[in-house]
């Protein structure tokens, strides 16, 4: 692998990530647009690590070398971080979409690191359509909801 590549992925990762990152620090989330760009870019970096040690190592003699297990790993540690995001307070638990947004960057920045430029794309598209879809509906049936329950109590004139 190449310096280029190298760049052109860390680009890619960073401009993917920064993009859901940057929907979050709008609406003044737990992990905003840094922790995004940040978690994105480190999944990268271990995936090209791994892929390196792969390549590097496949073969030779007492070497075991599986790419998968530090994609596993990444996984896992990113549950703890998304963990530290969910908080609770008087009964009502918030920053499970951030800690689920974290969650999917981390995987974003997996299929960067591996090379698999359409899932990042589509992947992130989807991610995009998921925060402006559903708060629009959302929004919608709250709005319908908050105007139904004012409603109640007043008497209809005929």
Do not use: C
Not at 110 to 137: D, Q
């Amino acid at each position: 692998m190449n310096y280029l590549e190298i760049t052109i992925k860390i680009g890619i990762i960073v401009l993917l990530s920064g993009i859901i990152g940057l929907d979050r620090e709008l609406k003044h989330k737990p992990a905003g647009l840094k922790t995004h760009i940040l978690v994105g870019l480190g999944s990268t970096i271990f995936t090209l690590v791994s892929l390196y040690m792969y390549y590097e190592f496949q073969g030779k003699q007492g070497a075991s070398v599986d790419p998968g297990r530090i994609a596993a790993q990444v996984v896992t540690g990113i549950g703890f971080l998304g963990a530290g995001t969910i908080m609770q307070s008087k009964g009502t638990i918030t920053g499970l979409t951030t800690a689920a947004s974290l969650w999917a960057v981390a995987g974003i920045g997996l299929a960067v690191g591996a090379g698999m430029y359409p899932l990042a794309v589509i992947s992130t598209a989807a991610i995009l359509m998921v925060f402006f879809i559903i708060n629009r509906i959302g929004y919608a049936v709250e709005n319908r909801v908050s105007r139904i329950r004012k409603g109640r109590g007043k008497t209809v004139k005929k």
